[in-house]
């Protein structure tokens, strides 16, 4: 009986096996192909590591290499050099401790993903998204992680698109789908047509704000993550964002009169007094704020002029002055403190 002999190529030497000795051969290779496929993942996954201190993070629109990162530069000086993460997001957000990254995989067949970071830049955890990304937030104290895609539809101007969203606890609890919790409006539970987006957290690990939409009306809600509700406590309020310190919130408000063609500003709400103060900005504003500080919102604003690019803007929330351009080539903007 004559014995098989079987050839493989191993990082360009041939290899003879022979006999009983080709199932060794085939579990060798298999090994080195295992290593050299994990090795050429980490390679070609970056270690989004962040500078110390105070920091902007964001997603650098500037033309380049770097088109498309999560950059950075200290927040006292927009205008250093950037720090470029190498890492490729379509929506970031960011912590001292965690970076959530929501981002395209292209391929055959396109696909999206949210990712995980911890500070050190090291992956924590890695999920399949449903949808176009659109929106993350992490909590203060960087415990809770939240994010919103487009199951179908790709812009909030469109009245054909829906969306999912959901919580989880950095390490620990996932809370799933705000689709699961039971969403309430002057006491009634709303069951039909519902769509949830743009989570911010409150400072106690249970409260958040979102909003919600059902039969053409948006609310701003107040969730409860342990007991799986949300409440309606506002009219036309999308995206919020809540200030550091609790007492306020921000949203984009509708302001156009034709129901096809959206145009969105930037509100304030007081909670304290109730007053909600509109900004005076003329763009419309298609982004979820985030506040430089108790006084300043910043938002990101396509160029019209140049696609694909977009800037950085800062407004005061008193509503007494216009806009100011905060950095330009960024999108998607969050303050480490």
Known sequence: ??????????????????????????????????????????????????????????????PGAGYGHVASVPLADTSAKRTDTGLACDRVYATHENLMCLHTDSGTVTSFTATLYDGSGAKLKSWPLPGVPSRTRISADSSLVAQTSFVTGSSYGSEAFSTETTISAVRGTDYGSLEDFTLLVDGTAVTADRDFWGVTFASDDNTFFATAASGGHTWLVRGNLRGRTMVAIHDGAECPSLSPDGTKIA?????????????????????????????????????????LNGSTLLYGLANPAKPGDSTVYSVAIDGTSAPQVFLHHAWSPSVVR
């Open 251 to 291: 949203y984009k408000k509708n302001t156009s009169t034709n129901p096809a063609v959206k145009h969105w500003t930037l509100a304030v709400l007081d909670f304290a007094t109730g007053v909600e103060t509109r900004l005076p900005i003329t763009d419309s504003v298609d982004d979820q704020a985030e506040w």
């Open 1 to 62: 009986m004559k014995q098989r002999t079987q050839r493989w190529l191993v990082s360009g030497a041939t290899v003879v096996v022979l006999g009983a000795a080709v199932t060794y051969g085939v579990v060798a290779y298999a090994d080195y192909r295992s290593r050299v496929d994990q090795a050429v993942d980490a390679a070609a996954t970056p270690t989004p590591t962040l500078p110390t201190g105070q920091l902007l993070v964001f997603r650098s629109t500037a």
